[in-house]
């Protein structure tokens, strides 16, 4: 089951980022007394309770009043066109008001447009420093939205009770959340790249199509087939827009089906269009999927637009390696799927990757492998003393994941990780999948 969704709403310079930080435990989003600071949402995973969800912080919703007496309209429009898709996108709401500012208009019509969400909205008072502004919370109860609880982002008191109630409120698996045999292949990008282009040239195949079932992903469809005798699952994040007219800020509110289809997914095929640069949103995309440890193709669309040469698709792989440096395992499949060239090949290198995440190296080749790379370069030491390597194991797979034993293991630079996971990739390939790799102790290579 992906992650549920948790929004922070509210008017602006009410707190959110600041509890969102408190939240998170990291100073990620920008905090400023001044309204209107966070304009992009920001996202992170926290968990409480042992239920891990995604925290997501919005801009200030203001009234169209508000927006046109703004210095920054257009600015401040988008902002609240983006709050209102975090809004569309969660499963849970918090909705922020501040005790030191007290109930005001915007509070209402915030409270309006969350009452006709239909969602579980819990209200937090923020900035009740004191004992006054605690029992002023009371005054939110006018709202509609059930008790306030009284909180302090800064202070980090009440975001215990905070936490609770969204634990209470989130959604829990059910019956329906089954696995179908096989692994899962999400397909995500940017919109108009041409994902839904890419789902209908794979489906007009001559292929065997168990099933199409609604996805967890809301307005995603899960297609179940059979691809040259293998079950797979397509899920398809393409269709996106909700009927009627695209909103402002549609972009950002992708990124969060985006998220949610990775969490299901085996492999992730990250669609981007040949005609136009990488994006901010592909390499936001790109980082979401390692550090979930997925698999990974690049799929390249509307390969037909291009004017090629002998060197075209060489030059553009060296130009992804610099823009996608964190994923530079990724394989890249050059398409038109408007002409369903070389579609196929997406789905055959997706299962490859299935594969790859699988692989399982041998103790002995492993221990062989490790023996050579330390003799051509040793380990330096932060301390200046000489690191002894024992031995190396593989502890799982999907993805794949090493343990390495030796005499200081906090004593190893990162690089030296980098250096190991090139060579075990130089041997092994592990194409398209990340690599987990760990160093212990002399101790724990006793046990």
Same mark, same amino acid.
């Given at each position: 089951?992906?992650?549920?969704?948790?929004?922070? =709403?509210?008017?602006?310079?009410?707190?959110?980022?600041?509890?969102?930080?408190?939240?998170?435990?990291?100073?990620?989003?920008?905090?400023?007394?001044?309204?209107?600071?966070?304009?992009?949402?920001?996202?992170?995973?926290?968990?409480?309770?042992?239920?891990?969800?995604?925290?997501?912080?919005?801009?200030?919703?203001?009234?169209?009043?508000?927006?046109?007496?703004?210095?920054?309209?257009?600015?401040?429009?988008?902002?609240?066109?983006?709050?209102?898709?975090?809004?569309?996108?969660?499963?849970?709401?918090?909705?922020?008001?501040?005790?030191?500012?007290?109930?005001?208009?915007?509070?209402?019509?915030?409270?309006?447009?969350?009452?006709?969400?239909? $969602?579980?909205?819990?209200?937090?008072?923020?900035?009740?420093?004191?004992?006054?502004?605690?029992?002023?919370?009371?005054?939110?109860?006018?709202?509609?939205?059930?008790?306030? /609880?009284?909180?302090?982002?800064? !202070?980090?008191?009440?975001?215990?009770?905070?936490?609770?109630?969204?634990?209470?409120?989130?959604? !829990?698996?059910?019956?329906? @959340?089954?696995?179908?045999?096989?692994?899962?292949?999400?397909?995500?990008?940017?919109?108009?790249?041409? $994902?839904?282009?890419?789902?209908?040239?794979?489906?007009?195949?001559?292929?065997?199509?168990?099933?199409?079932?609604?996805?967890?992903?809301?307005?995603?469809? @899960?297609?179940?087939?059979?691809?040259?005798?293998?079950?797979?699952?397509?899920?398809? #994040?393409?269709?996106?827009?909700?009927?009627?007219?695209?909103?402002?800020?549609?972009?950002?509110?992708?990124?969060?089906?985006?998220?949610?289809?990775?969490?299901?997914?085996?492999?992730?095929?990250?669609?981007?269009?040949?005609?136009? &640069?990488?994006?901010?949103? @592909?390499?936001?995309?790109?980082?979401?999927?390692?550090?979930? $440890?997925?698999? /990974?193709?690049?799929?390249?669309?509307?390969?037909?637009?291009?004017?090629?040469?002998?060197?075209?698709?060489?030059?553009?792989?060296? !130009?992804?390696?610099?823009e996608l440096v964190f994923v530079p395992y990724a394989p890249i499949a050059f398409i038109s799927a408007k002409y369903g060239q070389r579609?196929?090949?997406? =789905?055959?290198?997706?299962?490859?990757?299935?594969?790859?995440?699988?692989?399982?190296?041998?103790?002995?080749?492993?221990?062989?492998?490790?023996?050579?790379?330390?003799?051509?370069?040793?380990?330096?030491? $932060?301390?200046?003393? &000489? /690191?002894?390597?024992?031995?190396?194991?593989?502890?799982?797979?999907? &993805?794949?994941?090493? =343990?390495?034993?030796? #005499?200081?293991?906090?004593?190893?630079?990162?690089?030296?990780?980098?250096?190991?996971?090139?060579?075990?990739?130089?041997?092994?390939?592990?194409?398209?999948?990340?690599?987990?790799?760990?160093?212990?102790?002399?101790?724990?290579?006793?046990?």
């Amino acid at each position: 089951m992906p992650k549920p969704i948790v929004a922070i =709403v509210g008017r602006p310079n009410v707190g959110k980022s600041a509890l969102f930080n408190r939240l998170i435990g990291e100073r990620v989003a920008i905090v400023e007394d001044e309204p209107g600071t966070t304009r992009d949402r920001v996202y992170g995973t926290t968990d409480w309770r042992g239920m891990e969800f995604t925290l997501v912080d919005t801009g200030g919703l203001q009234d169209e009043e508000e927006i046109e007496a703004s210095t920054v309209a257009e600015i401040a429009r988008r902002t609240r066109d983006q709050a209102r898709s975090a809004i569309g996108e969660a499963d849970v709401i918090v909705f922020m008001v501040d005790s030191k500012s007290g109930l005001t208009s915007g509070d209402y019509e915030v409270a309006d447009l969350l009452r006709r969400t239909d $969602k579980p909205t819990i209200l937090g008072a923020n900035k009740a420093d004191n004992v006054e502004r605690r029992d002023s919370v009371y005054e939110f109860f006018e709202l509609g939205l059930g008790q306030p /609880i009284a909180l302090s982002a800064l !202070h980090g008191s009440g975001t215990g009770d905070l936490l609770d109630a969204i634990v209470e409120a989130l959604p !829990h698996s059910d019956e329906e @959340d089954l696995e179908f045999e096989g692994p899962a292949i999400a397909i995500v990008g940017r919109p108009n790249v041409g $994902k839904s282009r890419l789902v209908n040239a794979l489906l007009g195949q001559e292929r065997a199509i168990v099933s199409d079932v609604p996805g967890t992903t809301r307005d995603s469809l @899960d297609t179940h087939l059979e691809w040259n005798g293998t079950p797979i699952t397509l899920i398809d #994040t393409a269709g996106i827009r909700r009927r009627g007219r695209v909103e402002t800020g549609i972009e950002q509110y992708s990124v969060l089906r985006s998220m949610r289809a990775i969490d299901r997914s085996d492999v992730v095929l990250l669609v981007v269009d040949a005609t136009e &640069p990488f994006t901010a949103q @592909d390499l936001h995309i790109a980082g979401y999927v390692e550090e979930q $440890k997925k698999g /990974i193709v690049v799929v390249v669309n509307k390969w037909d637009l291009i004017e090629k040469d002998t060197y075209t698709m060489d030059e553009y792989r060296a !130009h992804a390696a610099k823009e996608l440096v964190f994923v530079p395992y990724a394989p890249i499949a050059f398409i038109s799927a408007k002409y369903g060239q070389r579609v196929h090949q997406v =789905v055959d290198l997706a299962l490859e990757v299935v594969q790859e995440r699988k692989k399982r190296v041998p103790t002995s080749a492993l221990n062989k492998l490790l023996r050579e790379a330390v003799a051509n370069h040793p380990p330096s030491s $932060k301390t200046g003393k &000489p /690191i002894k390597f024992f031995y190396g194991t593989q502890v799982d797979i999907e &993805p794949p994941t090493f =343990v390495f034993f030796c #005499t200081d293991p906090k004593a190893i630079h990162f690089s030296y990780r980098r250096y190991l996971e090139n060579q075990l990739r130089e041997q092994f390939a592990f194409t398209g999948t990340p690599i987990r790799i760990s160093f212990r102790g002399r101790e724990d290579a006793e046990l």
